[in-house]
């Protein structure tokens, strides 16, 4: 191999270490948390009706995980993003997650995480549109609870729990999208 092909393999090889793209979107595999650097544990397309992408979700850890249990340790921070593939608004966003936060729990969950939601759908109320292109994050730090960003602007906090609720949507004994539970676990395979 000369030189030239050898350069032309090594820029091809460290360009996908820096970024996976799932359906367009470009997904780093580092992200920086407060003051924690998190690894991309896994990303996926929400797909509705089989053929409908709607928000590409990436989860971020201090290493990577491939149990729920793992992932949802409270010891550890996290983040998610979600990256609206078209635009909702915040109350078509706060009634689907709502629905899928109470099909993951039980009442008695419900009822101790209720002030979370509270906070949650609080934070939200302020904001009408969520537009294609639009980024939420939540960023979890044990010391300090839930950060809530859109679009790199903080938007609001809450309670440490709350985390654990939110992603027990996808990672839940009822995920959303079984396929984007593995995602998220880096198990896109199925091998749990």
Do not use: C
């Not at 290493?63 to 909702?88: I, M, P, Q």
């Amino acid at each position: 191999m000369n030189f030239a092909s050898l350069l032309v393999l090594l820029m091809f090889l460290s360009g996908g270490a820096n970024a996976l793209e799932v359906v367009g979107i470009k997904v780093p595999e580092k992200v920086q948390s407060g003051d924690q650097s998190l690894v991309l544990n896994g990303a996926g397309a929400r797909v509705l009706v089989s053929v409908f992408n709607v928000y590409v979700i990436a989860l971020y850890l201090p290493e990577k995980k491939h149990t729920v249990a793992e992932v949802l340790a409270e010891d550890a921070s996290k983040r998610a993003t979600l990256t609206f593939l078209y635009g909702v608004t915040s109350a078509q966003l706060l009634d689907a997650t709502y629905k899928l936060i109470a099909e993951n729990h039980s009442a008695e969950e419900l009822k101790k995480a209720e002030t979370g939601w509270k906070a949650f759908a609080a934070i939200f109320d302020h904001i009408k549109d969520i537009n294609k292109d639009d980024q939420i994050a939540l960023d979890y730090n044990p010391a300090t609870g839930t950060r809530v960003s859109l679009n790199g602007r903080e938007i609001g906090r809450i309670e440490a729990g709350f985390m654990r609720l939110f992603l027990k949507v996808w990672l839940g004994e009822r995920p959303v999208q079984a396929d984007l539970k593995d995602r998220l676990l880096g198990v896109a395979d199925g091998k749990r």
